[in-house]
């Protein structure tokens, strides 16, 4: 069997052919189209024909791209099930069953279908990054500070996502940005906005700017906002334990 199988504007049969070929064999299909979309689920909705890039996964994850963005437009999780149907026009259909959901991409024009007949084994292990040095303080909370204690890792709230939530030894909520790099004033501004959005919440909020070093304006800035910066250096090896995460609120 190749590695990648194609067919540039296929007949509905020769579709058919490569779907099947892409579910029986675990293969990754990927088809670029005219289509429209049907969901039905928690919800419905409808797209109207545009072109886009359909992507399916061995393991059902099912994704549809249109030509900007970076996330799918429309999409269903690992495990869903996919098949084709040939009615009028070429039907792509994915279910979800529990709970139910079904996402239906009818082909108006099929440009090119491909099959790719992957093998890949191996797991992302990142090294020197800011999820490794999020470990790093999960693991030896004394690099921020004496008592502080990490609670949370990539804590979502109202203007962004968090890299790592704590308290103090004083039990004040702490704030951790995290720069594998030096960090600059974007890094600042960033940390700012954070400790501000939870400050509508919580009376007392430091920020810690956590970078192996800073920009001159940086610090300048830094200083400013009454904001404070901690220095580390990323991990220079790889790390597979995670922090606990502790409920907060």
Known sequence: ????????????????????SAVSSE???????????HYDGRAKSELGPGDRVIIVKPDG???IHQKEKREPVNWQPPGSVVRLELREKPVLVSVRRKPRETLEVELEEVYLITVF??????ELALTGSEAEMAELIFENPEVIE???KPLYREKPI??????VLGVDKDGNLVVLELKRRRA??????????????LREEHENVRGILVAPSLTSGAKKLLEKEGLEFRKLEPPK???KSRGKQLKLF
């Open 27 to 37: 293969g990754v299909l990927t088809i670029f189209a005219r289509c429209r979309v």
């Open 61 to 63: 994850s099912f994704l």
């Open 117 to 122: 007949h992957a093998e890949d084994y191996e």
């Open 184 to 197: 600059d004033l974007h890094a600042v501004s960033q940390l700012k906005r954070y400790v501000e959005t």
């Open 237 to 239: 090896r790889g790390r």
């Open 146 to 148: 004496p008592g502080f």
């Open 1 to 20: 069997m190749p590695k990648v199988e194609l067919r540039e504007n296929p007949s509905p049969e020769e579709i058919k052919l490569l779907v099947d």
């Open 158 to 163: 109202k203007h962004g996502i968090v890299d």
